[in-house]
């Protein structure tokens, strides 16, 4: 079984998905068709991957859209959620042309997910979060809960609130705990 240090993106492998998912962002905004970007079928790039792509505008969340499974290749993957993240985040209109020089993106580059049967488990800074029950589902990055400063029992509490559960369900039984860590970089990185 592959580690979570072997998926690890090489800095090649960073810079050639960032080229892919800025070329996605422009391509989305402008309508035009997205580029070929050499090496975004190689390596890990060619590999069924899972990602978020969060959108900035000055530094406030713009859109925000990603995969929680492996379905396609991570190059793919990318492409797919930049565009989503730009056009069909249904918390913000779509982005219009004269907002991308504004614009800046971090990528979160997922592993598989795990399911936890104790609470506990969750280390927040390492962690990504899904707390889901019947046809909820709420999904917090690990960044999210550093970025606000929350401790374990508030980054559940607020992930069952995204999933329109609530406050304690995560502490139900019937609520379905499942962890994942993400590598998070963006073009400063």
């Known amino acids: 079984m592959m580690s979570d240090a072997d998926r690890r993106l090489s800095d090649a492998e960073r810079r050639t998905v960032l080229r892919i998912a800025e070329d996605a962002l422009e391509a989305a905004v402008t309508h035009r068709p997205p580029r070929p970007v050499q090496g975004e079928a190689e390596g890990h790039l060619g590999e069924p991957g899972a990602c978020f792509v969060t959108l900035y505008e000055h530094g406030d969340l713009r859109g925000c859209i990603g995969s929680l499974v492996p379905t396609a290749p991570l ?13 069909r985040d249904p918390r913000f209109r779509p982005v219009s042309p004269p907002e991308l020089p504004g ?17 506990r488990e969750v280390q927040v800074g390492l962690h990504g979060l899904v707390v889901s029950r019947g046809d909820r589902r709420g999904v917090l990055l690990p960044q999210v809960a550093v970025e606000r400063g929350w401790d374990r029992e508030t980054f559940l509490e607020q992930t069952c609130i995204k999933a329109s559960l609530p406050i304690d369900a995560w502490q139900d039984p019937e609520t379905t705990l499942e962890v994942f860590s993400a590598e998070v970089f963006g073009p400063s990185d």
């Open 75 to 87: 190059g793919q993957v990318v492409r797919a959620m930049t565009e989503a993240a730009a056009l």
């Open 103 to 119: 614009l800046s993106l971090s990528l979160s580059v997922l592993t598989p997910m795990r399911r936890i049967d104790d609470p």
